[in-house]
């Protein structure tokens, strides 16, 4: 299943934003905004399966719940199979939601971390059945999870969040023989590998500290307090979603796993990259050249 899908975009989703106002005292007065989903743009393709990862919090569930209209988004827009289906009113969204669901059902479908609390034998025939399902009725789906142990054989592409913001969006094997933003690398870190010697050689990266609040999330790139790579655009500038070939998308000023002739060659994303990012700050130094793939 892990071959690239290249049939049209089913869903597309562009600059979406979900705040959640806080509210407090009598008056009920906003005094903050819990920024969810950030500004985030990316499309599904018929018939292939999204992985979404990132840590408790990051925004998975929302960005799912307002997708599919649970939720109203704060900007930006929706389309399923062309339309728009943000502004939609309930009588117009009513056959739709036959058609996406958070529970399978076709053709498209959120899945928001079905197996994760599955024993493994379990978590592997659900997946299978998903799978089977997914060829009878040609279904799509946005499939959630925290780790990207779950999501490896399901997904032809992966999407990782971090704190409201899409951070990199890759075919799923290219994300896990080359992540190119440090969040990914240690979430992928903490993937289990069977094999005792390969497990043993590789170095696990501890991320310190919790996730950030997202009511003021850090300025700059919002991994930054957390990030071992860390210099000082990166707390004062937002970096773009660059473009890294074969549909590998990352936001980082100091890509990993990338050499200096690829980085010459890498273009800013104007399509994906948020409106508060800074376009020009295309990433000129890598974090460090030598790749880390994780075996099979
Ligand atoms: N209805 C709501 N009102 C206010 N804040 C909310 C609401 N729903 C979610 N949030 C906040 O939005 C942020 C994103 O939450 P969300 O549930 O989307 O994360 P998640 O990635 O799905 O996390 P998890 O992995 O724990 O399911 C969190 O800070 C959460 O507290
Ligand atoms: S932009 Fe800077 S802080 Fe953010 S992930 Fe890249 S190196 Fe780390
Ligand atoms: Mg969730």
Redesign the pocket.
Known sequence: MSSTNGGDPLVEVRNLKKY?P?RQGLLQRETGR?H??DDVTFAVREGETLGLV??????????G?TIVRL?EPTAGSVTFEGRDISSLGPRRLRPLRREMQMVFQDPYAIA??PVSALDVSIQSQMLNLLDDLQQEFHLTYIF?A?DLGVVRHVSNRIAV?YL?KLVELAPAEDLYQRPIMPYTEALLSAVPIPDPDLSHQRERIVLEGDVP??INPPSGCRFHPRCRYMTDICREVEPPLADYGNGHLAACHHPLNVDKATLAQVTVSKRHTPAAADERAKPQTPGKEEAHPIPE
């Open positions: 959640f806080i819990v969810a989903v990132g840590e408790s919090g990051c925004g998975k569930s929302t960005l719940r939720l928001d971390e959630i925290h969040m409201g609040s997202p």
